[in-house]
């Protein structure tokens, strides 16, 4: 069985270590970038499974709704989790204007990760 691609987008290096450690534990081929820039030409290369963004990203071309509005231009069907924080109200209407398949709020516990990693795995949304 081939392993599931996982693409994740954090410009926070503590976050991104710890997602793509969880996803690799559940046996998925992790890709990850901490700009929007980097990432487009990775999930244009790699054809991920599921992608992971953070809405705010550090200086590059262009931020993380841009890379959402680029992916969903060629593949609306990929799952695409957005992660921001809660003071971004108005990213977070465009971002599910967008086709944001899920958003979690930072600082994430435990149990938001383990949630989101789920989601990027078996490419399903569980709102429980």
Known sequence: MQKK???I????LDILEVMCKMCEIKNCLV???TNAQDAW???QREKPDAVSIDILLAPSE???LELLRKIREIDKSILCVLVTRIDEKEKIEEAK???A??????PLQIEELDKLV???VTGKINNN
């Open 9 to 12: 987008v954090e410009d926070e």
């Open 5 to 7: 691609k996982v693409l």
């Open 101 to 106: 398949d899920s958003i979690f709020i930072k």
């Open 62 to 64: 262009f931020d993380g």
């Open 41 to 43: 030409q990775i999930f």
């Open 118 to 120: 789920q989601q990027l």
């Open 97 to 99: 204007k967008l086709g």
């Open 31 to 33: 890709f990850k970038a």
